[in-house]
């Protein structure tokens, strides 16, 4: 059954309505290995409930309708599907609490030709459903690695994020734990890829690989920790084209340039020498 383009196109997603809790806020900070230091006071504010704040990334998890490309009525090969890029933009700081709508909607479909695949756009508001207000708008590209050919125009997405051509400006170590994908899926990530060593090693990996978003999570870590004095308020938007999969227990290194306003990187696993994240990009308040 190939790719059914009118009905992707048309796909309709129902609001996702969720109930934010502290322990959500806290676990998905955990699951990014905040906290690794427990004395350090800076870190100990994203997973401990007195004075507690929301990590910025967790708006990708806010919301989320679930890997609905598992659905045999889009045609989608869905084992073949791979996190192409993430982006985010973030209207306010996020609540640790509260009662979350996530509305997500498909903005265009391309198509890569006959044996080049198709790339799935889509979008995700992020309101607070008690105020009406926009948190945040999250995008994200699935290139779908079977499915090309069908038909649809070849539409180019986004421009990636170019990198400085000198040195970086930082470099920020760290490390993953060998659990750390069973923590994070905790967040709503149920995919068994992450889980299950026999679906790992079905579709080519060694061992269950930690979930891309759980890498672009560190991403924030990252840039809290190296340029923001940990200051979650003034990180307001992140994008990255995702490259190649963490395995948990690796470190992950990530090298950052400053510019005016906003911040370029790129992450790496150096034991494997491969680059995981490339073109990302971080807007600051």
């Known amino acids: 059954m190939p790719l059914d383009f009118e009905a992707l196109s048309s796909w309709e997603f129902e609001d996702i309505r969720q109930t934010l809790t502290e322990k959500d806020t806290i ?7 905040f906290g690794e230091d427990p004395t350090d006071e800076r870190e100990l504010a994203f997973v401990y409930e007195d004075g507690l704040k929301a990590v910025p990334s967790m708006a990708v998890t806010l919301g989320y309708p679930g890997f609905w490309l598992r659905n045999p009525k889009t045609g989608v090969n869905w084992q073949k599907v791979l996190h192409g890029e993430q982006w985010l933009d973030i209207y306010k ?7 979350i709508i996530g509305r997500t909607r498909i903005d265009f479909i391309s198509d890569k030709g006959e044996g080049k695949g198709a790339v799935i756009y889509q979008s995700r508001e992020i309101i607070d459903a008690d105020s009406g207000e926009k948190l945040a708008r999250v995008a994200m590209s699935a290139f779908c690695r079977g499915d090309g050919g069908f038909g649809g125009e070849n539409s180019p997405g986004p421009d990636p994020a170019g990198l400085p051509n000198r ?46 978003l759980a890498t672009y999570g560190l991403a924030a870590r990252a840039l809290l920790k190296s340029l923001l004095d940990y200051d979650a308020a003034r990180l307001v938007g992140l ?47």
């Not at 700081?93 to 009662?99: A, R, Y």
């Not at 060998?178 to 994070?184: D, E, N, P, S, V």
């Not at 990530?254 to 494997?272: D, H, K, L, N």
């Open 93 to 99: 700081p996020l609540p640790v609490k509260g009662n």
């Open 239 to 285: 994008d990255v084209r995702f490259s190649a999969p963490v395995y948990p227990g690796e470190t992950v290194r990530f090298e950052i340039w400053e510019e005016a306003g906003e911040a370029r990187f790129r992450a790496s696993v150096p034991e494997r020498g491969v680059v995981v994240l490339n073109n990302g990009a971080a807007r600051f308040a």
């Open 27 to 33: 676990l998905y900070a955990l699951g990014l290995g």
């Open 167 to 212: 040195a970086p400006d930082h470099v920020c170590d760290l490390e993953t734990l060998l659990r750390q994908a069973l923590i994070y899926r905790l967040s709503g990530d149920y995919n068994p890829l992450h889980a299950d060593p026999d679906v790992a090693q079905s579709v080519g990996f060694d061992r269950p690989i930690l979930h891309g």
